[in-house]
């Protein structure tokens, strides 16, 4: 019997995805399959990205579908268009056999006209993202009140991202009756929250171990200078001569930068960010997935829900300010049971971050040595060779005697160098300094942070750096600064950094470990950066003059 089948899943699915090469259930898969379609009741499932999620809660419900009805039965919502996308794109192979099925993907940056016309042709299924499902409510274009499945997948990701309220606003439309799943890949106190509220006697399953990063990734970490850490990032890719990864940016303008170097210095990148219309965004994805582009530059937004085979790495250009946002990135790699690296290139600032990463996942990071210019050298000489010696070509036989005849003049050790010199030069070679002494200073700054943090077992993640700074101290040459704009204003980190560039004229990159709250925020930065930002006051957000102050200078 078909493993799929003996979940309970119909021959029609089971066709699908034998032609999809799933051949066994993953961890998730086999959980979630046969809770579903008994619809016992409701399910929380911590999940990592990269397990099978999709088609755990996918497979049953487009077998629950009655296609008999028109009404729109199941509600997927997720916290990105690409995730959306992605999702949409799962459920329809999973249903090639399953005729007259309709799932209509609704998403916001994409006509809603299109969407409202495949909308009113009716929809079993829905997948959306928040903000346009909402808008689609008021207009009367969707209806849930028949809803009888709904999933709300990376919930901890729709929390980080402020949708609490629209999620509650959403679930309030479905009617009471119904069967609810939350895939959420990290457990916090505020998924607890929501899911004691909107969940009923669920069963809680857990996929590998609570808020751990996936297994088959190796975590590692490189300390660099921050002049450094491009050309260190160029070692990396030349090192890895298969490498086909993301680089995380923490902006949007960091993305471009980096991409626009890397194009300049004869690499395939591009980079994906918010601002890009979705058209582009796809253009960009079609090629990263047909490896036209090897490198995708990305911020930890634009890059949610990407499901990309194969991919080697996955390098953190910087920590993510959300440290949970460490397990999003690195699951973009290692999927479906392969493996994968995930590399972070750290200041000597942000040492401190990856302990609590690691306590977050659970997991030591190794240390990474970035490769020698020579390394890179031997390697790819390895390469030439071992590919040089092998050839074979048919031509040679047929080659004239006349034409070789300079190289026959030579002896055997003058073409061997004279090839290896070659192949050398031929090498664009990256040989900018790199200080990789800096890493063991780097080690002695986490080893320190590591025992303040033991002596405060306890406290929140944050609490050490955080004490340091609510005291308006230093962190270094860093100082903890408010500002009056927060989740209230439905912006994001990479606009808070927007903002403080227009009305300050500081880089946005300037801008980090970003604590966003209600009404306003704290971020810090460095001191002169600072002095600048407070000094600026002809900023204004929706007609509300902005305010910048150092932290300990509130009331
Ligand atoms: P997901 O976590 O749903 O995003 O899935 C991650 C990747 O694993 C996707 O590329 C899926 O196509 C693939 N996948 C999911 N389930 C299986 C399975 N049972 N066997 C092989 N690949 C799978």
Not at 144 to 154: A, I, K, P
Not at 377 to 387: G, Y
Request: aromatic share 6%.
């Amino acid at each position: 019997m078909n493993p799929f089948e003996s979940l309970g899943l119909n021959e029609p699915i089971c066709k699908a995805l034998h032609e999809l090469g799933f051949e066994n259930p993953t961890d998730v898969q086999k959980h979630a399959i046969p809770f579903f379609l008994s619809r016992k009741s409701d399910l929380l499932a911590l999940a990592q990205t990269g397990t099978g999620k999709t088609a755990a809660f996918g497979t049953p419900i487009l077998q629950n579908v009655d296609l008999s009805e028109n009404f729109t039965q199941a509600l997927i919502i997720t916290p990105t268009r690409e995730l959306c996308n992605q999702i949409t794109s799962d459920l329809k192979n999973y249903s090639k056999y399953i005729r007259g099925i309709k799932i209509v993907a609704v998403y916001g940056g994409s006509s809603i006209v299109n969407q409202i016309k495949e909308l009113k042709q009716s929809a079993h299924i829905i997948v959306a993202t928040p903000g346009r499902l909402i808008d689609l409510i008021d207009r009367k274009v969707v209806k849930l009140n028949r809803v009888q499945t709904v999933v709300l997948d990376e919930a901890d990701e729709m929390l980080n991202m402020g949708f609490r309220d629209d999620m509650e606003s959403i679930l309030s439309k479905t009617p009471d009756e119904k069967l609810t799943g939350l895939f959420s890949a990290t457990m916090s106190s505020d998924i607890r929250k929501i899911a004691n509220t909107y969940l009923k006697g669920a069963e809680e399953i857990t996929i590998g171990k609570k808020n751990s990063a996936q297994q088959n990734i190796s975590h590692q970490y490189a300390v660099l200078n921050a002049k450094d850490k491009y050309p260190a990032l160029k070692r990396i890719i030349d090192f890895h001569e298969d490498f086909y990864g993301i680089v995380f940016c923490s902006t949007k303008i960091e993305t471009q930068e980096i991409s626009d170097h890397l194009i300049r210095d004869g690499y395939t990148a591009d980079c994906l960010h918010g601002d890009l219309a979705q058209t582009q965004r796809d253009k960009v994805m079609h090629r990263f997935r047909h490896k036209a582009i090897k490198l995708l530059l990305a911020t930890d937004v634009a890059a949610r829900g990407i499901d990309v085979k194969n991919l080697t790495h996955i390098i953190h250009f910087h920590l993510p300010d959300d440290i949970e946002n460490y397990t999003h990135r690195s699951g973009r790699t290692a999927r479906a049971g392969q493996k994968g690296v995930s590399i972070a290139l750290l200041h000597i600032r942000e040492a401190y971050k990856l302990h609590q990463i690691e306590k977050l996942i659970n997991v030591k990071f190794e240390r990474y040595l970035i490769p020698k210019g020579q390394d890179i050298v031997n390697t790819r000489l390895k390469r030439f060779i071992e590919a040089f010696a092998h050839e074979q070509n048919e031509m040679m036989s047929e080659l004239n005697n006349e034409l070789v005849w300079p190289l026959m003049k030579m002896s055997k050790e003058e073409i061997v160098q004279k090839l290896v010199s070659q192949e050398i030069n031929r090498m664009k070679l990256n040989n900018t300094e790199i200080d990789l002494n800096i890493d063991e200073r780097a080690k002695e700054q986490r080893n320190s942070t590591s025992r303040m943090d033991r002596s405060d077992r306890g406290s929140n993640r944050n609490s050490s750096s955080r004490r340091e700074r609510d005291r308006g101290g230093n962190n270094g040459s860093m100082i903890r600064v408010f500002i009056n704009l927060g989740k209230k204003d439905e912006i994001k980190y990479d606009d808070l950094r927007e903002i403080v560039f227009k009305t300050t004229k500081v880089s946005g990159r300037a801008v980090k470990d970003i604590e966003m709250k209600g009404v306003y925020s704290f971020f810090m930065t460095d001191t002169e950066s600072a002095e600048i930002m407070i000094k600026s006051r002809n900023g204004s957000f929706k007609g509300r003059p902005i305010r910048i102050q150092k932290a300990s200078d509130r009331k």
